[in-house]
DNA sequence: ACTATTTTTTACCAAATGTCACAGGTCCCG
DNA sequence: CGGGACCTGTGACATTTGGTAAAAAATAGT
């Protein structure tokens, strides 16, 4: 149960044997059944989550009662709304699983402890933010472009995902409507036709 | 000089005397003039800044040439690359004074020694970049918003840099062209008079 | 104060995207 | 097996935004 996250973790820092331990008797698994919400607005997020199985979407749901996704959870990702969790405020995101879906799950205050007696637990940790802030970088950047170079973008970076969650939700994630998404893709279809 | 600096930690986090000194000690101010360049792509960030003075644009400059901003760095603000600073890989922003500017600017590494001398200083930095993280999950969100709601909240969140700044450097940062900009302000004064 | 340069505004047209409506398909559950 | 909920594809049309070019306005630097 603890490979997948052991091996992510080992990936950035090393944690000997006795620390590993430490770090998973800290976690909690947690199982979802598809359409079941990790969190929901208006509650306070206690907790930060790697998915292990399964996959989820983050969205908030604006003034206008749209839908729009913020990013989504698959297989070796954490998941979070860290804002609400380290300021103890009410989030504003939704997290639903989109599949059959296992995270393990770490309180804010044991992670917090964690990082005292283990520093590079928090190195750790400050990658993975790190990474995350690019990313959202990234992304801001990419949302000047037209869709259709969004959409190769993340088909380019996400092929997996793209496989797995309905395609209004993509569509959400690129900021365009499921329609002109469809239209997109069909026109990639038609393209590739004419290439063949 | 570090009058500024101290009244935003002291926002935050409480420094006694002594490590308001140790702090201020590890500082070096750097004036620059307008259009001078604090980063250039490929350079390897070696600092984070803090501006007491003026103000700056980061941007980046994709394949067809255009610059797209990522973000600006008015009096109280901290601007940097962290993730070239960080993992000392070239950065791909250029960070320009748009009018005579100065910072206060500390190097990565003395900034880590400070943080194993100074608990309460990692605190107030992950408490920055935590901010910063949530300020660009707000703009992704925004950035499916029409274009005119952008502007308006641009306005309202940063009245005093819209002053301050070029309209083409808000468009940019808005994600639409600065014709589009124009147009948009143009209507709204037209509105306006009809409202009057 | 004057010129050179940069920035903003405007008009016209083209392209991209959104909205609305409906049809067809799939999947789940009773 | 059938009905309902949900998802995708498509067409007609409206709206938004971009591209280009030129003029007007503002600004910097001497």
Redesign the interface.
């Known amino acids: 149960m603890y490979e997948l996250i052991l091996a992510h973790i080992a990936r950035h820092v090393t944690l000997d044997k006795q620390e590993q331990d430490a770090f998973c008797a800290a976690l909690q698994h947690r199982k979802l059944r598809r359409r079941q919400y990790l969190l929901q607005e208006g509650d306070i997020c206690r907790h930060d989550h790697f998915v292990i199985k399964g996959g989820l979407r983050q969205y908030?749901v604006?003034a206008d009662g749209r839908e729009?996704v913020?990013q989504f959870g698959f297989e070796d990702w954490w998941i979070s709304d860290?804002?609400s969790m380290?300021?103890n405020t009410p989030t504003v995101y939704n997290i639903e699983a989109l599949e059959d879906t296992e995270v393990l799950q770490i309180e804010r205050i044991k992670l917090e402890q964690l990082f005292i007696t283990m520093p590079k637990l928090e190195r750790y940790m400050r990658i993975i933010?790190?990474n995350?802030?690019?990313a959202?970088?990234r992304?801001?950047?990419f949302?000047?472009?037209p869709s259709a170079e969004r959409y190769a973008e993340f088909l380019r970076r996400y092929a997996h995902v793209e496989q797995r969650v309905a395609q209004q939700h993509v569509a959400s994630y690129l900021?365009i409507t499921r329609e002109t998404l469809s239209r997109l893709r069909s026109q990639m279809i038609k393209q590739r036709g004419e290439k063949l």
């Open positions: 908030e604006d729009n913020m860290w804002y380290l300021t933010m790190l995350a802030f690019v959202l970088q992304r801001v950047l949302m000047q472009k900021g």
